[in-house]
């Protein structure tokens, strides 16, 4: 995951709104191994929580453009789409604990 995104929010942007950001996990926060961001989340079904997601990288500034006072443009075209690189993470579920409340069943009598 791209360093700007190791926060709970940026977790929230990529796992999405079904699940909820408990905590990073301390590897995440120590940032020795970048290329493994860990978390805990809550979430009612491990079906919500997405298998991968891509990410485009661009080069800083790309896409502003700054626009002169008093000067009107001949045309209005649209720029091309700018390039970026292009990155695709697998999301992996280490470990699931069930929270269920399960209710007790009395034996049956005999």
């Known amino acids: 995951m791209p360093l700007h995104l190791w926060s709970i929010e940026g977790a929230q942007d990529v796992l999405g709104k079904d699940?909820?950001?408990d905590r990073l996990d301390?590897?995440?926060?120590?940032?020795?191994?970048?290329?493994m961001f860990s978390c805990w989340v809550w979430c009612w079904s491990l079906d919500r929580i997405p298998s991968d997601h891509g990410f485009t990288v661009f080069p800083r500034g790309v896409g502003r453009f700054e626009e002169m006072?008093?000067?009107?443009?001949p045309c209005r075209e649209v720029a091309s789409p700018p390039k970026g690189v292009r990155f695709d993470a697998l999301i992996h579920?280490?470990?699931v604990e069930d929270w269920t409340v399960h209710e007790a069943h009395t034996p049956p009598s005999r």
């Open 26 to 35: 301390k590897r995440t926060y120590a940032q020795d191994n970048t290329k």
């Open 93 to 95: 579920i280490d470990l």
């Open 69 to 73: 006072h008093a000067f009107s443009p």
């Open 19 to 21: 699940v909820i950001i």
